[in-house]
């Protein structure tokens, strides 16, 4: 497996609270991303990083927030979580924009 | 907007059979990757294919692009109990480079 780790893997939280997802990788590739995948769906992008200080934003990235200081750590945010946003989210590496990408484990965030 | 779409949403097989999904799409893309997903866990890449290229083998799976049809298929030949799992497609699309759209995903049972 590619080195990328997710933390935490599981968070329950209450509406309006914020939370930090982080992701982390040991590949030193520059593309990370962020997905959320809901029930019986595929994956939608949320934000993604084309290297230290440089973000882009995916398809559905109202209400989510990132940054990106270091080459391996990847910040997902959620200033103030929603029921919507229960789902689980996924974080991915790639060396180059329009290579595979390598998936980490998932968090299961549930918001209530 | 939902680029790559697979079909069919489920297929069932007995094991040693050959299971076939597809995935269309509608705007020109860069290339075409395809997923797989155990329950509960992450995505592993399959095979990338390119836009240039008609057809792709690794072991027991075959992928082919057609994209004047816009359309490509995965073939896994010889299926095992262990191919059980979710498909996906996802496309990098010309225009939106870097930003892989996810279809919702094929759901294969491979009964023993």
């Known amino acids: 497996d590619a080195g990328i780790t997710q933390s935490p893997r599981h968070k329950v939280t209450e509406t309006g609270t914020p939370v930090t997802l982080r992701c982390h990788q040991t590949e030193n590739h520059r593309y990370m991303y962020w997905y959320r995948q809901d029930p019986g769906h595929g994956l939608r992008l949320i934000h993604y990083s084309y290297g230290v200080k440089d973000t882009d934003k995916g398809e559905v990235s109202d209400g989510y927030s990132v940054s990106r200081s270091k080459t391996e750590d990847f910040l997902l945010t959620l200033e103030s979580a929603t029921s919507s946003q229960t789902s689980v989210y996924f974080c991915?590496?790639?060396?180059?924009?329009?290579?595979?990408?390598?998936f980490g484990p998932g968090t299961r965030l549930t918001v209530t | 907007s939902q680029q790559g779409e697979e079909d069919p949403q489920a297929l069932s097989i007995q094991e040693g059979e050959n299971a076939t999904m597809n995935c269309s799409y509608k705007?020109?893309?860069?290339?075409l990757q395809w997923y797989r997903q155990n329950s509960g866990r992450g995505l592993v890449h399959l095979i990338l294919?390119?836009?240039?290229?008609r057809e792709k083998h690794s072991g027991r799976l075959r992928v082919t692009l057609d994209t004047s049809k816009k359309s490509s298929s995965l073939l896994i030949t010889a299926s095992r109990a262990a191919d059980t799992a979710s498909y996906f497609c996802?496309?990098?699309?010309?225009?939106?480079?870097?930003?892989?759209?996810f279809g919702d995903g094929t759901t294969l049972t491979v009964k023993p």
């Open positions: 996802a496309t990098d699309a010309f225009t939106n480079a870097g930003k892989s759209t």
């Open positions: 294919i390119r836009s240039n290229e």
């Open positions: 991915a590496i790639s060396r180059d924009r329009v290579d595979e990408q390598y």
């Open positions: 705007t020109s893309i860069n290339n």
